[in-house]
């Protein structure tokens, strides 16, 4: 299947704008990932939330912060970031233009998660 990412529709991000393209997933016929084409723009700011799976994020143009767990690392592009399953995370875009990344998840209806973690996650 060839999936035209101008023809997927926005959806909403973390910071309430529509910033998110989702590219593969279950609704397109994905049954083991998700992967998500996120725009954000200067100034957005994704809130710190958590997956039951570890993700994937590439960055592809642009600049910012992220922050995983307690540790805060520049991002820029050629960087990308490997998140633990059950780990707080964000990041914001810090530049003059667009954040432009690819979220990947091993889990075709893959959800972000801001309520507190399960009691099964603290190990």
Request: glycine fraction near 8%.
């Amino acid at each position: 299947m060839v999936i035209d990412h101008a023809t997927r529709p926005r959806v909403l991000s973390q910071s309430g704008r529509l910033s998110i393209r989702k590219v593969a997933n279950a609704e397109l016929g994905a049954t083991q990932q998700s992967v998500w084409r996120i725009d954000h723009e200067p100034g957005e700011v994704v809130a710190r939330h958590w997956h039951p799976y570890e993700e994937v994020i590439v960055v592809l143009e642009g600049e910012g912060e992220a922050t995983i767990g307690e540790e805060t690392y520049r991002i820029a592009p050629d960087v990308s970031l490997i998140i633990p399953a059950y780990t707080w995370h964000g990041y914001r875009n810090t530049g003059a233009g667009y954040l432009r990344v690819l979220a990947i998840l091993p889990h075709p209806d893959a959800a972000v998660h801001r309520e507190p973690l399960p009691a099964s996650a603290s190990g």
